[in-house]
């Protein structure tokens, strides 16, 4: 394998227009969400006087963000695709201006902030599950592990720089021109989504010869019927609610590793480090023959690391364990927006997404309350394993009886052509192609406070 084979496969921004804009539009509108996550934080904080006040601006966004994709799932397969999208990143841009305003003004009001949060959670919601529905049409079928890594990097870039520079901003000038900032780049965002082209529904029979009614259950029908969706749908909610216990970093590094607020960084930024490598240097990954074996290893992999986070009694060795399990994600990541995407029909991408979605809001929320109880029972390193155990013995479990997981390939890579004309689809057959979650948002891709 040549080393240039290593690098992150950028076929899709060369092949594609459409998803050139989309991926600009989302590293612009990462940097700008990430700054404004700091002093949304900040500023209820400074509001409240309460860690609760902050807890609630997040359940809100939570909530919100799961009802719009909810609705966004729907939406995004009945009507046209490049509307919804539109509509939603203008709704969230006018939140944030409402933020913005709130801050400027001599006494800003807490339930302004939390009508603004509610607001931006339900544009979030729509746009992230609208974005997920049409990305499979913008590139080749052979493409969608590499439009799923150079997702994938955004986000963890992002996740790394962009709270870092809200900080800095926040310092200087204060909450009001971070969110007029991110505002402003929101609305760059819906200008650069402009050169979309129309990008309407595909209304077509299901697999038994009747009409699509359009319901939301449609989406869940259809996993259990398919193998390598059904496989990855259960292996997601296990991972979903028994992943890396990050409510246990301040814990673990008050009680055993001794350290202060410099240590508890170091372990929030460890999974974003395997990640970023491992998105870097994807282009193994996106020309694997195997996608199905290798993203069931990855998850038990990730399950190890946590294991290994769990018994760790230094924070170099919990440092490097939190990186393997963020490598070992990016992977899982990456090849499940690939296998899903490929497995699910046009007809109901926008509802898988929103499936999936909410999958992994609730799974985060509830796993945070299931990991802390179970602290409670033995300790936060206890607590650690576990999840561990039970995240390395699902992806045995899936990979010994969802047979059709294990085996599932993608197309191989095929003959560069020139870009197609603007408003031309790349062929796909019904069940040829589809959607995933990519963090997804991940909150790298569902950051807390916008999409």
Not at 61 to 85: E, F, N, P, Q, Y
Not at 274 to 287: E, F
Not at 405 to 412: E, I, Q, S, V, W
């Amino acid at each position: 394998m040549r080393a240039s084979d290593l690098l992150v496969d950028i076929g899709p921004l060369r092949t594609s227009r459409d998803f050139r804009a989309i991926f600009i539009a989302r590293v612009v509108s990462l940097f700008g969400l990430g700054m404004a996550t700091v002093a949304l934080s900040k500023q209820v904080y400074d509001l409240t006087g309460s860690t609760f006040g902050v807890a609630v601006s997040s359940m809100i966004m939570s909530v919100t963000v799961l009802l719009g994709s909810l609705w966004g799932g729907w939406a995004a397969d009945r009507m046209d695709r490049r509307k919804l999208i539109l509509w939603a990143r203008a709704s969230a841009a006018l939140a944030f201006a409402g933020l913005a305003v709130n801050a400027f003004t001599p006494e800003p009001q807490l339930w302004a902030v939390y009508l603004c949060v509610a607001w931006d959670g339900l544009a979030t919601g729509v746009s992230v599950t609208a974005l997920m529905a049409v990305a499979p049409t913008l590139v080749r079928p052979d493409q969608l592990p590499a439009a799923g890594a150079l997702i994938s990097l955004t986000g963890e870039i992002g996740s790394v720089a962009a709270p870092f520079l809200g900080g800095v901003l926040l310092a200087l000038a204060g909450p009001a021109p971070v969110f007029a900032f991110t505002a402003v780049t929101t609305g760059v965002t819906t200008l650069l989504l402009l050169r979309l082209r129309p990008l309407p529904p595909v209304a077509d029979d299901d697999e038994d010869g009747a009409e699509d009614s359009g319901s939301p259950l449609a989406a869940f029908r259809f996993a259990v019927r398919n193998r390598v969706v059904g496989g990855l749908l259960a292996l997601g909610g296990i991972n979903a609610l028994f992943n890396m216990p990050v409510v246990l970093f301040p814990e673990m590094v008050d009680k055993r590793f001794g350290g202060g607020d410099v240590m508890l960084g170091l372990l929030y930024t460890a999974p974003a480090v395997g990640a970023i490598l491992v998105s870097a240097t994807s282009g193994w990954i996106t020309r694997a023959a195997r996608p199905g074996r290798l993203l069931l290893t990855a998850a038990f992999v990730g399950g190890l690391a946590i294991i290994g986070f769990g018994l760790s009694g230094g924070v170099v060795v919990a440092f490097a364990t939190l990186a393997v399990g963020g490598a070992a994600g990016t992977v899982y990541e990456i090849l499940e927006y690939a296998l899903v995407q490929h497995n699910t029909p046009d007809r109901l991408r926008g509802r898988m997404v929103s499936v999936l979605t909410a999958q992994g809001t609730t799974g985060d929320v509830v796993g945070d309350v299931e990991v802390a109880l179970v602290a409670k029972w033995f300790s936060p390193a206890g607590a650690a394993v576990v999840n561990g155990v039970v995240c390395a013995a699902a992806a045995v479990v899936v990979a010994l009886t969802v047979p059709g997981l294990r085996k599932a390939t993608l197309p191989r890579e095929e003959p560069e052509d020139d870009e197609p004309p603007a408003g031309d689809l790349v062929a796909v057959t019904p069940a040829g192609t589809g959607l995933t979650t990519g963090k997804p948002l991940t909150a790298e891709d569902l950051p807390p406070a916008g999409g």
